[in-house]
């Protein structure tokens, strides 16, 4: 049992090292100011850095995945010179913010090449994401990639032999898959750091994480070095990553975007709070371009966990009826995440929408005691003893929150979970009736009651996982930034500290009723255009 | 605990025999011929008792509700009219039948009057089912009115309270409620019987059961006592009744139309299997209407277990391509039902459609002993706890199906659960790849393996639970009848007794994949048109 789980993971970076070529590889001086202590920002290193052309920056900053498909569709760029510029800029963010696990340029580089050769023959795109560099979190299996999501006991598993059905659904929609993203250990914290790979640090200030688990995707997306990306979301980690890197990141509803043939650290026949598969974006426009490209595929043929429910058009409103939960007494919201708050709620009443400011709401302290109580319903701890299986320690983070106590972990038992059911189902039932009694289109909420902080103090996401619990599809906006000369400490928070998160982004959530993935792409669009992005 | 049970019987029976009129009682000689082992049909009494008016048999026999609303919307009948006639033949088939629990007919009356003086005066219906009367299985929950679901222990409970979701639904677009329906205690058998009020009985002979568990509503609906009617199932308890008594019977997809709010049998955090609601009716477009119109209201807004998957229009198909599972090799299918799939097999293949003969496919006794753990979930054992608490004793199908073996019962665990769940998603997995690699629209199967059986002996429904497992919703055709001249004795299935079941209806079912319950009324529509109905 007990391995030389060190040499295991120096070959597996090894290996990784020389999937990143040499010609792309950053100067020392560069290198060397890269450390997660570092209050540094590294947004600007791709253009700084001198390895990408000019085109190559105007590809990977001036457009998005819209502009971008549309241009390559047009043969006004090939997806090859797309490809490149993106692997370059990706290899480019990897090396100061480690957000990579694996990197395939070479399968990428001739996937585009046959993607252009397509257009050029049959004269017509492969599909709605012709040529577009797709990014995906390390869980997504690729034929012949492997997927350790982080655990040294993963490392020596051979590469994947098939491909996840949302990895065949991008690709027959024309999409090219050229890199895998960095996660936590258990992929159940906010901090992406494990023993394989190491930590993902925030290209907005190093010294904050990137949020977790899809930490390396908000990281990426962020850099640019993808402008469209794959996350999972069981509590949050689709959204805290956005959150902490000021991305969209949108959690859809349960089985709409397929989940299914991931590397998993839990048992098949998990139950409860369900995971599931999404974007993470510059654009609005950029989510949905992703979300109906997928949805339309019909999953429901690919994946025997996803469900079909085909995309529907939403009659367009020009208001909404949006009902805002300021905070909870709980989690109280620190001061730079408050301000986007109120200032995306009077932005909202300026252009006509109705808001509503909730004053009563079920707990959110509730719902989060009785989501860990669903993470933990695995008596087996499948995912702790993929850890226990190496030798290799717990990550700080895990061992933060999942260390147990002295005398154990208390078994769980049947009538436990049917308890826990029961308590959900209130939890549906108080909500629902908010949204009827208001007539409410959509809330608006914190996504988290802080912006990226220091690493391994980010803890429990109440604000996020509340739409978990309740199976509600939830998106990301990024709005503000922290700005320590505005958001001053506050007596009521003293975890938070202005200097430290200063330059950190600021968002709000937009969170619709379940199923309703439609209307809250509708309303994330009304609601961004509202506060001016 | 142990209380006088017979007494509370009496006392609960002598009220429900106030709600029915002396005026439409039947004769003594028609009464002195019914019991549950008499060899008669008793399809004919409406018509030939005298009690209701030509007027009053041509409403009854001659519409379906789709021409009823029409005629009703139109003013050419009035609900008052159409209202009366179905109380009336509803108290004629009960009285034959036993088929009723709670029967509110001067409610019903009066709501119809309301409904002709809105229409008189707003000059429109209020909705899709203005006027027409429908009929709710005991379980669904009426302001004012008992659900005892046979209970002996819920007898002395206070009438409800509240509407359960569906019936706020249904009175919102125009419907008239006028009885609930008979059922098994615990609800989990295909006899309609318990110790409250009695056994349903067969309206084709009365000595076969009718089904269950909405049993009653079979019965009804058989009887023109009702032409739309609605049900539950959880393992195949609309489409048990519509086998055996001959009717459509339509099981949704998990969460389309509402099953919140219903007196229940089990725990609340009741998982794994999930049931449903839905329709029992004479056409496939009065199944439309009413699924049509309970969707289009938005069950989300209504119903905190409902999803919100809105109705979606389907392209029109002019064939179908169907894969067709004869039988399995545990269940043998008795010679009237295999009669029925095989005609409407080769009726399907002359109408043009794509027949494709499976002859692999996941075991149906795998899926029945899986089903049955799921149905076992509670180790409160709830649903006999209820039993226990008045001191009644269980019923002859629920004792042969539910006694415990001396040793007692086995706990489950959670880690059982999660094990169920497993192999669940394998089931999952396996149909689907039937349907893509065949590129299936439906599968078409015998709904059970044989036709209605003398009381109590119709045990385990392995051809509706399969469906239920996987989440497929699922509908009854009614098709044939067994005719013991050409479906003779098959040494093969010794129970099959030609004599006792001739003359019973037989039926084909039409499954399609989760979600697609539109997909699936459009097959219903083109199967039943390919085979004549």
Known sequence: MVQDWRGLVAK??????KELPEEWRLSKDVLDTINA???IAVLDVPAKCGLLTAKELEITEKYDAVDLVAKMSAKELSSSEVTLAFCKRAAVAHQVTNCLTEMFFQ???ERARYLDEYLEKEGKPVGPLHGMPISLKDSFNLKGINSTIGYVSFIDRPPSETNSPLVDILLQNGAVLYVKTNIPQTLMTADSDNNVFGRVMNPHKLKLNAGGSSGGEGALVAMRGSILGVGTDIGGSIRIPAICCGTFG???SVGRVPFGGQTNPVLDGWTGIMPVAGPLARSPRDLRLFLEAVIKTKPWDFDYTALAIPWHPVPEKKTLTIGVVLECPTWLVAPPQLRAMKTATDKLKQAGHNVIMLE????????TELSWAFFDIDNEMTGFKHIEAS???????VADMYTLPPEGRKVK???????MNEKYLKFRQEWLKIFVDNKMDVILAPGAHKTAVPHDTFRYPPYTVMWNLLAYPACIVPYLKADKSIDHADPRI????????DGAPCSIQVIARGEQDEELMAAVELVSKAIGL
Chains 1, 2 share one sequence.
């Open 250 to 252: 949108f959690k859809p």
């Open 360 to 367: 009563k709401f079920p707990s959110f302290k509730e719902a």
């Open 37 to 39: 202590n570092a209050d």
């Open 413 to 419: 038992s049947l009538g436990d979970l049917l308890d």
């Open 12 to 17: 597996k970076r090894a290996e990784v090292a």
């Open 107 to 109: 399968k990428a580089l």
């Open 494 to 501: 003293p975890e938070y500290d202005p200097d430290i998160v």
């Open 391 to 397: 030798g290799e320690p717990m990550v700080t983070s």
